[in-house]
């Protein structure tokens, strides 16, 4: 296991519904309430979990990107640093489409746990795909400078804590930026239909 993960199994579906109403009110609150919880579900692929409920620690710093090149991905940090105050490309990235979730291994229900910030943009639907770098001399996606990285996700739109229904409406990419979430296998993702355990 890594060092940054922390698995918690459970014993039933009460007691998931019962952790995640207890830790993650920030998040509930910001889509409406707990009877949205199955209406504005975000989802995050994970190709090498398989538990039915797990809960995970978010690794905020020094992360390896998977679709991006690391001069990319360094780039991309400081324009997020910039323009927000914190590096969103290392974040736990979810979105509220289901078909770009499962590109990336096994679905999952996530809720973040605690306070969270998050950046999306109505523009950008995955920002390790979105965006074509040109090729020079034959070397495919040359790292583009600091200049025009800051210059395209400068007029993409992006936005920090706001319309968190849309963005997840939108079935593009979120970066949230949080200690720890939940992550709540799709075939249970149907427990929070059955209301509050009393």
């Known amino acids: 296991m890594r060092h940054y993960e922390l698995i918690t199994e459970t014993n039933g579906n009460e007691d998931i519904i019962s952790k995640v109403y207890a830790n993650c009110q920030p998040f509930i609150q910001r889509i409406g309430g707990k009877d949205m919880l199955d209406e504005r579900m975000i989802f995050r692929g994970m190709e090498k979990e398989h538990k039915p409920f797990l809960k995970k620690k978010v690794r905020l710093d020094n992360r390896n990107p998977m679709s991006s090149a690391q001069i990319k991905h360094e780039r991309y940090n400081?324009?997020?640093?910039?323009?927000?105050?914190?590096?969103?490309?290392?974040?736990?990235?979810?979105?509220?489409?289901?078909?770009?979730?499962?590109?990336?291994?096994?679905?999952?229900?996530?809720?973040?746990?605690?306070?969270?910030d998050w950046v999306w943009s109505p523009d950008i639907n995955d920002l390790a795909l979105d965006i074509p770098w040109p090729s020079v001399g034959g070397h495919i996606n040359v790292p583009p400078s600091q200049d025009t990285v800051d210059t395209i996700l400068?007029?993409?739109?992006?936005?920090?804590?706001?319309?968190?229904?849309?963005?997840?409406?939108?079935?593009?990419?979120?970066?949230?930026?949080?200690?720890?979430?939940?992550?709540?296998?799709?075939?249970?993702?149907?427990?929070?239909?059955?209301?509050?355990?009393?």
């Not at 324009?79 to 999952?108: C, K, W």
């Not at 804590?161 to 992550?183: F, T």
């Open 78 to 116: 400081n324009f997020f640093e910039e323009m927000f105050g914190e590096p969103f490309r290392n974040s736990l990235f979810v979105t509220g489409d289901y078909g770009q979730a499962s590109h990336y291994g096994n679905i999952y229900m996530v809720v973040p746990i605690g306070h969270f």
């Open 154 to 198: 400068g007029n993409a739109n992006y936005t920090i804590n706001s319309n968190l229904g849309g963005a997840i409406q939108s079935g593009n990419e979120i970066m949230i930026r949080c200690d720890e979430y939940y992550a709540i296998a799709e075939t249970l993702s149907s427990i929070f239909q059955i209301g509050e355990p009393t």
